[in-house]
């Protein structure tokens, strides 16, 4: 079962987001095992441009994955804030 997380930014793909803390769990929670097959995987799906002329988006399947490779970063300020680092 995929769990998605879709987060939207009016600018590009590196815009911060907001992120709650338990969404934060969920991509913790329902992260790819090392080895066999996923159950459980968190996906963010991030929509982006939404208000230029052509709206994007890039999906980061294992979230977790892409947060311990610091490719995607999540800190708490008021609850989390998020960006992509790198695609």
Known sequence: MYHLE?????????DEFNMSHMEFVR??????????????????????????GEPQMTLFVDTWAWYISDRVMMQAVDGFKAHVRSQ
């Open 27 to 52: 991509a913790r929670r329902y992260r790819a095992p090392d080895y066999g097959y996923p159950t459980d995987v968190s996906v963010l799906v991030r929509v982006w441009n939404i208000e230029g």
């Open 6 to 14: 879709v987060k939207t930014t009016a600018g590009g793909l590196l």
